[in-house]
Antibody, heavy 122, light 108 residues
C-alpha cells in the first residue's frame, strides 16, 4: 500500500524559507504514470494546489506562488521536497503531499499524506 | 487557469436526505472532474473520478454526473458519516489542477 509522509519544521519565521519533504513508501516515485504534488489548506479554508513534479524533475507551479516556490525530487531516496521563500502569515496552512495521476482526465489525487501544519510566526 | 465554482458553499441536511452539490467550470473540461470528501483534521479522500466513476471502496449512495462545464455530486440517502466538506477538482489541464472552494455539509 502506497504511503506518503510529510516532514519538516512546524514553525517558520516571517521572511524565511519554508522547507518540507515528502517520503513515499510502498512504491517507486520513478513511475511514468504520476506527478507528485503539494497541496495546501489555510486554517478553515479550501484546498490550493502549490505545484507538482515529475520524477524527471519537470515541474508545474501555481502561478500565484511561482516566484517563491521550488519543488525538487530525489529518486534515490524516493522523496520530493517543497521550498517556499519569503513566507508571511498568509502561508500558514496544512501542507499535504499527494500523488497526481499523470493523464488528462485521470483520477486526480489518489493518495495523500496526512498533512503537516506549518505556522508562520515570529 | 480553469476556475471551479461550487454551490452551495454550505448545506444543512438530515440523515436520510438526498443531497446534490454542483460544480461549474469556467471552460469546458469534458468529463475530467473529480470529487473529494474531507473530514475535520483528515486529508481529502477521492470519491469520484472522471465525473461519474466511483473510486474503489466508496459506497454506491455517492454518484456523480455532468460534462463540459456543469457537474453534480449526489448522495442518495445521507448517513451520519457523510457530514463533511466536499471539493471538486478538474483534471483537464493536468498538471495544472484547480479545486472548487468546497461545500460544507452539516447536520440539520
Amino acid at each position: 500500500q502506497l504511503q506518503l509522509q510529510e516532514s519538516g519544521p512546524g514553525l517558520v519565521k516571517p521572511s524565511e524559507t519554508l522547507s518540507l519533504t515528502c517520503t513515499v513508501s510502498g512504491g517507486s516515485i520513478s513511475i511514468s504514470s504520476y506527478y507528485w504534488a503539494w497541496i495546501r489548506q489555510p486554517p478553515g479554508k479550501g484546498l490550493e494546489s502549490v505545484g507538482n513534479i515529475y520524477y524527471t524533475g519537470s515541474t508545474s507551479y501555481n502561478p500565484s506562488l511561482r516566484s517563491r516556490v521550488t519543488i525538487s525530487v530525489d529518486t534515490s531516496k524516493n522523496q520530493f521536497s517543497l521550498k517556499l521563500t519569503s513566507v508571511t502569515a498568509a502561508d500558514t496552512a496544512v501542507y499535504y503531499c499527494a500523488r497526481l495521476v499523470r493523464a488528462m482526465g485521470g483520477k486526480g489525487l489518489d493518495y495523500w499524506g496526512q498533512g503537516t501544519l506549518v505556522t508562520v510566526s515570529s | 487557469d480553469i476556475q471551479m465554482t461550487q454551490s452551495p458553499s454550505s448545506l444543512s441536511a438530515s440523515v436520510g436526505d438526498r443531497v446534490t452539490i454542483t460544480c461549474r467550470a469556467s471552460q469546458s473540461i469534458s468529463s475530467y472532474l473529480n470529487w473529494y470528501q474531507q473530514k475535520p483534521g483528515k486529508a481529502p479522500k477521492l470519491l469520484i473520478y472522471g465525473a461519474s466513476s466511483l473510486q474503489s471502496g466508496v459506497p454506491s449512495r455517492f454518484s456523480g454526473s455532468g460534462s463540459r462545464t456543469d457537474f453534480t455530486l449526489t448522495i442518495s440517502s445521507l448517513r451520519p458519516e457523510d457530514f463533511a466538506t466536499y471539493y471538486c477538482q478538474q483534471s483537464y489541464s493536468v498538471p495544472r489542477i484547480t479545486f472548487g472552494q468546497g461545500t460544507r455539509l452539516e447536520i440539520k
